[in-house]
């Protein structure tokens, strides 16, 4: 399950909805209006394989990779989100749910990086063409 965070605009969701890109947005779709930061790792953790894309760049830790799930930090414009999930979600390392899940993941524009469970290195990735 795909799920944005809410601060991410409606037009990006809807953006990604008209790429049929199957996605969830907090406050609409799932979870509850006004979660906290705090609520979002008990509130992925209660879904089944949930990758959560955030502009929150607070998620980018080691410490929060967990196997049931996949963070992606995202710093980029908001009025891009919808165009570096669906990036993301076609990228070679990342374009299935079980090479997502145990990874937190940071996007921009120029690569993305990454924090793999029980690994202590961070790795760097070019965007794929």
């Known amino acids: 399950m795909n799920i944005l965070d809410e601060q991410i605009p409606e037009s990006q969701r809807q953006l990604l909805r008209s790429w049929r890109v199957p996605i969830r947005q907090i406050g609409h779709d799932t979870g509850q209006k006004g979660l906290k930061d705090y609520q979002i790792i008990p509130f992925l953790l209660q879904r089944r394989r949930a990758t959560f894309f955030t502009l929150d760049f607070d998620f980018y830790r080691r410490d929060l990779c967990h196997a049931r799930y996949c963070l992606v930090c995202m710093g980029i414009k908001k009025e891009e989100a ?29 690569g993305l990086a990454m924090w793999r469970l029980h690994v202590e290195q961070e790795a760097y990735f070019d965007w794929a063409d």
């Open 82 to 110: 919808a165009m570096y999930v669906r990036r993301l979600l076609h990228h070679p390392e990342f374009d299935t749910v079980t090479k997502r899940m145990g990874k937190v993941i940071r996007v921009s524009s120029t």
